[in-house]
């Protein structure tokens, strides 16, 4: 399966933005999908993830909880990332990845395929 992440860009602290990642030459079922960024200098850290399965089940790490959500349309082959309250720290290249490993989701060594990143800065 190919990933292509979308919807970046530069927007201002308290802004909201969503990223988008569809999926073509495969299917999203049955991947479990992930959301990373990687800030300039820094390694990648793990965003959120979305099961497919159990009623769609999602993690988020600690720093996006309650102002991240990560949704997916298995029909439109789309996984989805709305960011709210957007702080200058969220500034980072985002990727989309999929794996089909639920226990280690946070883990991107896990993933088996990955978009190409995003680009969202987000300025004080």
């Known amino acids: 399966v190919q990933l292509q992440a979308s919807g970046g860009g530069l927007v201002q602290a308290g802004d909201s933005l969503t990223l988008s990642c569809a999926a073509s030459?495969?299917?999203?079922?049955?991947?479990?999908m992930g959301w990373f960024r990687q800030p300039a200098g820094k390694e990648r850290e793990f965003v959120a993830a979305?099961?497919?399965?159990?009623?769609?089940?999602?993690v988020y790490s600690r720093s996006v909880k309650d102002r991240f959500t990560i949704s997916r349309d298995n029909a439109k082959n789309t996984v989805y990332l709305q960011m709210n309250s957007l702080k200058p720290e969220d500034t980072a290249v985002y990727y989309c990845?999929?794996?089909?490993?639920?226990?280690?989701?946070?883990?991107?060594?896990?993933?088996?395929?990955w978009g190409q990143g995003t680009q969202v800065t987000v300025s004080s």
């Open positions: 990845a999929a794996s089909t490993d639920w226990r280690r989701i946070r883990f991107p060594r896990v993933y088996d395929y």
């Open positions: 030459e495969g299917t999203l079922p049955p991947y479990n």
């Open positions: 979305i099961s497919d399965w159990n009623n769609f089940n999602t």
